[in-house]
């Protein structure tokens, strides 16, 4: 049998894909190609499995990477403009100092101060226990008349 990449005569040949082309080649140059999966297929069968074992990964990873972010964004809420007079206007409606209402939800009469001054906007656990305490909103829903 003829090498078809160097021409000799040789006893047995081996199909190997030579830049995409299928060649018989001697065992002298085996090593010019890259070895056929399958010898039924042209086509590159070495690399698909391992490209496609690949993109499921990244597949999966991106999934639940989608996933966290989707769980992170849920308790977002988005603060209402007048949150801090909404605060200030609740404790004097009660009747309570900053102190007093500091302590209703286990926070510093400064905390209370810098609020209603709008100094520090209220973390989402504090937006809720106001919320929840004092039975008032302050946050806005996108849609809801103002
Ligand atoms: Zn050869």
């Keep these: ?21 299928v060649l018989r ?3 002298a140059c085996l090593k010019f190609g890259r070895p056929l999966g399958s010898p039924a297929g042209p086509g ?3 690399q698909g499995p391992d490209r496609e074992a690949l993109h499921e990964r990244l597949g999966k990873a991106q999934g639940r990477g989608l ?3 989707l769980f992170a964004e849920l308790p977002e809420r988005e603060l209402d403009p007048d949150w801090s007079r909404t ?16 302590q209703r939800i286990n926070e510093k009469t400064s905390v209370v101060h810098k609020l209603e001054s709008g100094a520090i906007a209220p973390p989402d656990a504090l937006v809720r226990k106001i919320e929840r305490t004092f039975k008032v909103r302050l946050t806005a829903r996108p849609g809801s008349p103002p």
């Design 1 to 21: 049998m003829i090498c078809e990449m160097c021409g000799r005569d040789t006893e047995s040949v081996t199909p190997v894909n030579v830049e995409g082309s």
């Design 25 to 27: 080649v001697c065992n």
């Design 44 to 46: 590159a069968p070495r």
């Design 67 to 69: 996933e966290r972010d």
């Design 87 to 102: 605060i200030r206007q609740t404790r004097e409606r009660l009747g309570l100092t900053q102190e007093q209402f500091g």
